[in-house]
Nanobody
Framework: QVQLVESGGDLVQPGGSLRLSCAASGLAFGFYRMGWYRQAPGKQREVVAEITASGSTNYAEAVKGRFTISRDNAKKTVYLQMSNLKFEDTAVYYC?????????WGQGTQVTVSS
């Protein structure tokens, strides 16, 4: 079965940086569209960034220019490099793997931006 394990979440000051990782197993990783989503307390889960199997990327407007999504197919891992973090980036960040009608989620990793 598909397993996605996120890591890298932490407490960071505004303006700081973090890199999230999502290690995947149980899937033909190179064929999947991978995404990072986040959910803040009291809010709906929202897409942050996506990267297709061919490497094309899309970003939410709120993170453009600050976050970078990348993937390493050999390691079956997707990354989210986050810089210039803001208070409003505080959320649980989830990894998603999608292919046709199939979609799998990780357990999430907490990112807290606080001074």
């Amino acid at each position: 079965q598909v397993q996605l394990v996120e890591s890298g979440g932490d407490l960071v000051q505004p303006g700081g940086s973090l890199r999230l990782s999502c290690a995947a197993s149980g899937l033909a990783f190179g064929f999947y569209r991978m995404g990072w989503y986040r959910q803040a307390p009291g809010k709906q889960r929202e897409v942050v960034a996506e990267i297709t199997a061919s490497g094309s990327t899309n970003y939410a407007e709120a993170v453009k220019g600050r976050f970078t999504i990348s993937r390493d197919n050999a390691k079956k891992t997707v990354y989210l490099q986050m810089s210039n973090l803001k208070f409003e980036d505080t959320a649980v960040y989830y990894c998603n793997a999608a292919l046709n009608s199939r979609s799998s989620w990780g357990q999430g990793t907490q990112v807290t931006v606080s001074s």
